[in-house]
């Protein structure tokens, strides 16, 4: 099997990773008050831990309540 047979799955993944990673830099960026830790902490997290992992641990435990 050659990278072409898993094209039509990467693809998709691909795009919704760098979806989610672009709408939680965009709610850090937005917003000044986070349940835990910092603006910086936050952005090094959600880059560093891009693969699905750091945006999620943004919305679970950083992201402040509306």
Not at 8 to 24: C, K, S
Request: glycine content about 6%; charged content about 15%; cysteine-free.
């Amino acid at each position: 099997m050659n990278i072409q047979d898993y094209l039509p799955f990467l693809i998709p993944l691909a795009v919704v990773q760098l979806a989610l990673l672009a709408y939680t830099l965009w709610h850090i960026f937005t917003h000044d008050h986070y349940k835990r830790g910092s603006r910086v902490l936050w952005v090094l997290v959600a880059i560093v831990g891009m693969e699905f992992i750091g945006p999620i641990l943004y919305f679970a435990f950083g992201k402040e309540e509306a």
